[in-house]
Nanobody
Framework: QVHLVESGGGLVQPGGSLRLSCAASGDSFDPYVMGWFRQTPSGSRRELVATMGGDGTTNYADTAKGRFTISRDNSKKAVYLQMDSLTPEDTATYYC??????????????????WGQGTQVTVSS
């Protein structure tokens, strides 16, 4: 069985930083893509923050570019999100994604997606 557990959320002042961590368990789980999505209090769905493929390719939301940095440790099945210059608009529940898949020319074929339970990030003075 696959589990993803996030940590590192909390309350931070505007302009501050947080580092989110996510570790996946499951002996047979071999995620190709790992990343982060978020859902704001008024949002109806989860939105992309950043993802990283098994080949190191990254994909950032425009709102994250230049402020957030995604990284991963494949040996630990872990993914991290360094968030700097946080604003109140970043307040959301952040969810970790781990998705199986296999690379093909120009992309990858996605497999099963697994999600963590979410960690709350609140940016407020």
């Amino acid at each position: 069985q696959v589990h993803l557990v996030e940590s590192g959320g909390g309350l931070v002042q505007p302009g501050g930083s947080l580092r989110l961590s996510c570790a996946a368990s499951g002996d047979s789980f071999d995620p190709y893509v790992m990343g982060w999505f978020r859902q704001t209090p008024s949002g109806s769905r989860r939105e992309l923050v950043a993802t990283m493929g098994g080949d190191g390719t990254t994909n950032y939301a425009d709102t994250a570019k230049g402020r957030f940095t995604i990284s991963r440790d494949n040996s630990k099945k872990a993914v991290y999100l360094q968030m700097d210059s946080l604003t109140p608009e970043d307040t959301a529940t952040y969810y970790c994604l781990g998705q199986t898949g296999r690379p093909v020319d120009g992309g990858y074929i996605p497999g099963t997606a697994y999600w963590g339970q979410g960690t709350q990030v609140t940016v407020s003075s």
